[in-house]
């Protein structure tokens, strides 16, 4: 469910695990536990349906279960599924809500980054 479109997983913030601080990782990163701080990562990031983010988060490819309070930059796509709640603004060219979400915060969706992923 949450595997779809992100890499494998390089970096895990288990479920019982709070931290406090960034998180930074090349690899996909997958946060089931509380993270205070800012995540990201070059390639997926995935918000897991238990966890909570209290930071920015930026990846290629996010995809949030969980509830995050901060903004979001998916160069490639980002999905909000319909666990999932969003406090924050947006920025991405690809973008997908589910039913059932909550989403408080502003959208821009980027042509510019569609067309480079493209080329």
């Known amino acids: 469910m949450f595997g779809k ?13 709070d931290l406090k601080g960034n998180v930074h990782s090349k690899g996909t990163i997958r946060v089931d536990g509380k993270v205070e701080g800012n995540v990201t990562s070059e390639d997926g990031v995935i918000v897991g349906e238990h966890a909570i983010v209290k930071g920015d988060i930026e990846g290629r490819h996010i995809i949030i279960g ?22 924050g603004d947006i920025r991405t060219p690809i973008l997908v809500i589910n039913e059932g979400v909550v989403f408080e915060g502003t959208c821009e969706m980027e042509r510019a980054m569609q067309e480079q992923g493209k080329k």
């Open 5 to 17: 479109g992100a890499g494998s997983v390089e970096t895990l913030v288990g479920r019982n695990c």
């Open 66 to 87: 969980g509830k995050v309070t901060g903004d979001v930059f998916a160069s490639s796509k980002l999905e909000i599924l319909h666990t999932g709640s969003l406090y």
